[in-house]
């Protein structure tokens, strides 16, 4: 339980049984009457937001979370398997749970696994990831014009949109949240 | 480069050059109270970068956090420096306004014996007494005392009233018009915020006066759909479509007020909500003509609480009913009970000519002019800073 008084912003609290973390809190007392903290919070499974208001002197659930660093291992039917960093226990996630970031997965990568209420309810990867091409049509030289861009195969199936000048066996940095191209980088 | 900001040095004006521990620049542009060898602030603009300066020659090139809390540029380009400056040309214009009227300005103690017995209030105790939540009871002695119609701007404190709008530490410019009617200050506060746009340049000046003048019922109406304002607390909630939970009449109605009216109030121009409940008078007379309500405003512009005015009660036994009722409420709440200043009531007592006075929140009338979206931007510390 929390008071209206410790809502501030990253705290993760429980609304309607689902966990959430506020995005924003701002204090509100019109009119020398009672005092209210308006807050933005963010569904920590769905990621959607929500404006919630609430009365100074109310009490507040905290949301039984925690971050725990994993890494992956291999997929298996459903699932995902992941490795506890620590304790070195292996948890099984389904697939579901990581939608379109399940391209991104290569051996031994770091992520943070949310647990909620002992259950792993969400993944969440480094913002950038190194992956190899293992398949685009080859480059051309000198050719760094803006804009122009081609179709690039990486070593994880996924797909993305590379400048002209990238070649076949090269090794990229994309960032994880756009599924963008970054940079190449030496391996 | 990374940073957008940087101390460099102008090394030579034509063509411009500026050259700092990363290199040389060319410049599109420099102060012009710059000369060679002067130190400035180098500020990139897409491609183009601006010296601005010079910094003070005692100034270290690479300056510390006190140079950078003041000049780091907001998202407008502006420092908190310029800020401060421009709160310098408000208050000035505020002086010259209530000066030119014939108020006298006066200055009350901020540590006093009582800070009132509002319910919602939280005091900072000091010195055996109070930080002042409001310079009112001072005031209205004054006025008791003859004073005639008197300003003053001043700090006030209320403790743990904290975020992008409030400071537990504010400035309160409060006055008090001997013989106006509340209708009299609202023309009165218009006619201010008009003098000051006329004669300053402002970033973001708010809509021309007249504003409209709403009566609570009416906003609850427009708003939230309350058509009967005196309805239990379930209802009120009801009635605004929200969630009923256990609350009392007085947090049924805030809540609406929060969730309904407040993102709404002052949206595209600023408005005087009139006519409070006769429960919420605090030191307002009950209106002559129809009790249910009180002579009590609140003027809101752009969803900021900006002033609350009040045409005066000056029935002390009234005035020490009402005291004693917010004591009880306090008690029963658990909230520490601060002592009624004695003297105040004497002075209802004594006689106080007619009159009607109002509070206006000067950090935010600033924030307002401004354009800042935190308090912090227009005061030299903010509380977190000390």
Redesign the interface.
């Known amino acids: 339980m929390a008071s209206t ?1 410790d809502l501030r912003k990253n705290l993760k609290i429980l609304v309607d049984n689902e966990p959430y973390v506020i995005v924003e ?12 903290t ?1 807050c933005k919070i963010k569904n920590l499974i769905t990621g959607s937001v929500l404006e919630r ?1 609430w ?2 002197g109310e009490s507040v659930d905290l949301a039984d979370t925690e971050n725990r660093r994993m890494e992956y291992l291999y997929a298996e039917g459903d699932h995902f398997v992941f490795m506890d960093q620590e304790t070195y226990d292996q948890v099984h996630i389904e697939k579901e749970i990581l939608g379109d970031d399940a391209q991104w997965l290569i051996d031994n990568l770091p992520v943070e696994v949310l647990f909620f209420n002992g259950r792993p309810v969400g993944v969440e990867l480094p913002t950038f990831v190194e992956l190899q091409i293992t398949h685009c049509e080859p480059g051309v030289r000198g050719d760094t014009a803006t804009g122009a861009s081609k179709p690039a195969t990486l070593s994880t199936g996924a797909v993305v949109q590379v400048p002209l000048f990238v070649n076949e066996g090269e090794w990229l940095k994309i960032d994880t949240r756009t599924g963008e191209y970054v940079e190449r980088v030496k391996k | 480069m990374k940073e957008k900001f940087r101390p460099a040095r102008l090394v030579r004006t034509s063509p411009a050059l500026a050259q700092d521990a990363a290199g040389t620049v060319q410049l599109a542009g420099f102060s012009t109270a710059m000369r060679e060898g002067d130190w400035g602030m180098l500020r990139r603009e897409g491609e183009a970068w601006f010296l601005e300066g010079p910094i003070q020659a005692t100034c270290r090139p690479f300056p510390g956090a006190e140079w950078s809390r003041l000049h780091r540029p907001d998202r407008l380009g502006r420092t908190r420096l310029d800020a401060l400056r421009f709160r310098h040309r408000i208050v000035r214009r505020v002086r010259e306004f209530f000066d030119a009227r014939g108020y006298l300005e006066v200055e009350t103690p901020l540590q006093v014996p009582s800070p009132g017995v ?1 319910t ?2 939280q005091a900072i105790p000091a010195g055996g007494g109070y930080l002042s939540p409001s310079p009112e009871f001072q005031m209205k002695r004054l006025l008791a005392g003859g004073t005639g119609s008197i300003y003053q701007i001043c700090r006030s404190f209320r403790g ?7 400071n537990p530490e504010f400035t309160m410019l409060e006055w008090y018009a001997v013989g106006a009617s509340s209708e009299d200050l609202r023309r009165e506060m218009e006619d201010l915020v008009a003098y000051v746009q006329e004669r300053e340049e402002l970033p973001f000046p708010l809509p021309p006066p007249p504003w409209e003048r709403l009566p609570m019922a009416a906003a609850f109406a427009r708003w939230a759909g309350v058509e009967d304002l005196d309805a239990s607390a379930a209802d009120l909630l009801r009635q605004a479509g929200l969630a009923p939970r256990e ?1 009392t009449w ?2 049924a ?3 609406v ?3 309904k009216l ?1 993102p709404r109030l002052g949206e595209e121009k600023p408005v005087f ?1 009139t006519e ?1 409940p006769a429960s ?1 008078a ?1 030191l307002a007379r009950l209106m002559p003509e129809n009790p249910t309500v009180a002579d009590r405003f ?1 003027l809101y512009a752009g969803r900021l ?1 900006l002033a ?1 005015g009040f045409g005066e009660l000056l029935d002390a036994d009234l005035q020490r009913a009402r005291s004693l009722a917010d004591l009880e409420t306090r008690q029963r709440l658990g909230l520490p009970a601060y002592p009624l200043d004695e003297r105040f009531l004497d002075a209802l007592a004594e006689g106080c000519p007619p009159v009607s006075g109002v509070a206006l929140g000067l950090d935010r009338l600033v924030m307002l002019w401004w354009g800042a979206d935190h308090i912090r931007q227009v005061l030299a510390f903010a509380q977190d800073e000390l």
């Open positions: 008084s809190a701002q204090f509100v007392k019109p009119g020398k009457g009672t005092a209210f308006k208001t009365r100074s | 509002e919602h209030l743990d009233e904290c975020g992008p709008r409030h609350m007085e947090e109605f805030f809540t007020f929060v969730e407040e909500l409070w919420m605090s609140e609480e609350n």
